[in-house]
C-alpha cells in the first residue's frame, strides 16, 4: 500500500512571495491533516479535513495561509506572501477516520530567505 | 502550559544498554496516546495506540505502558537502528476529535 505522498520535498523562496505544498493521501482514508514542524519540536496541527470540509482550521494562519482538498483526494496547501518565521516542514497525514491512528508523510521543508 | 511534556530531551545509549523514555500529559479526558518514531529528514512513522491505563503493547524491541498521567516506552537491547527522536502524542475525548497534541520528543542514539 503506497503511503502519503508529498511535493516538493524541498522549497526555497524569497520571503514575500507564494508556495503551495501538495498532498496525496493513502487511498481510502477520508481524513487529511496539515501539520507543521519547526526544528526541535512536535508536529502542529494546521487543520483536519474530513472528505472535502475543513472541519478545523482554528490554527491556520489564515491572512497567508489557504487550504484545499478538491473531491475529497489530494490536498494544496499554500502561502502567500511567506514570511520568514514560516521556515519549518509540512507535514502531510491521513487516517481511515479521525479517531484511527495517523499515517504521515516525508514533509516538505520550507526555507524562506 | 505544555500538555504533553517528554523527557528526556535527548538520551544516549550503549548498544544493549535497556532503558525507558516518558511522555506526560495533562488533558481532561484521554482518548488515546500515540507514540511515533521520527528519522531525520522525514515524517513520523506510526508505532502504537494505547487507550486505558494499563494497558501494553510491544513490538520488537520496544514495548509501550500507559498509567493516568503518564506513559513510558521501553527500550530492551537497543541496537543503532533504534536510533531516532521519538514522539509522543495524546487525542483528547473532547474538543476537536482527531487532532493530536505532541510533545517535543525524545533524542534517542545508540552507539555500537
Known amino acids: 500500500e503506497a503511503g502519503v505522498v508529498q511535493s516538493p520535498r524541498y522549497k526555497i523562496i524569497e520571503k514575500k512571495q507564494p508556495v503551495a505544498f501538495w498532498c496525496n493521501p493513502i487511498s481510502g482514508h477520508n481524513t487529511l491533516y496539515w501539520y507543521r514542524q519547526n526544528l526541535g519540536q512536535g508536529p502542529e496541527l494546521l487543520i483536519r479535513?474530513?472528505?472535502?470540509?475543513?472541519?478545523?482550521d482554528s490554527q491556520l494562519p489564515k491572512d497567508r495561509f489557504s487550504a484545499e482538498r478538491l473531491k475529497g483526494v489530494d490536498s494544496t496547501l499554500k502561502i502567500q506572501p511567506a514570511e520568514l518565521g514560516d521556515s519549518a516542514v509540512y507535514l502531510c497525514?491521513?487516517?481511515?477516520?479521525?479517531?484511527?491512528?495517523?499515517?504521515f508523510g516525508p514533509g516538505t521543508r520550507l526555507t524562506v530567505t | 502550559e505544555d500538555q504533553v511534556t517528554q523527557s528526556p530531551e535527548a538520551l544516549r545509549l550503549q548498544e544493549g544498554e535497556s532503558s525507558s523514555l516518558n511522555c506526560s500529559y495533562t488533558v481532561s479526558g484521554l482518548r488515546g496516546l500515540f507514540w511515533y518514531r521520527q528519522d531525520p529528514g522525514k515524517g513520523p512513522e506510526f508505532l502504537f495506540t494505547l487507550y486505558s491505563a494499563g494497558e501494553e503493547k510491544e513490538k520488537e524491541r520496544l514495548k509501550a505502558t500507559l498509567t493516568k498521567k503518564e506513559s513510558f516506552l521501553h527500550i530492551t537491547a537497543p541496537k543503532p537502528e533504534d536510533s531516532a527522536t521519538y514522539l509522543c502524542?495524546?487525542?483528547?475525548?473532547?474538543?476537536?476529535?482527531?487532532?493530536?497534541?505532541f510533545g517535543k520528543g525524545t533524542k534517542l542514539s545508540v552507539k555500537p
Open positions: 502524542a495524546v487525542q483528547e475525548v473532547r474538543g476537536s476529535q482527531g487532532n493530536l497534541i
Open positions: 497525514a491521513s487516517s481511515r477516520t479521525s479517531e484511527d491512528e495517523q499515517y
Open positions: 479535513y474530513e472528505n472535502e470540509e475543513a472541519v478545523d
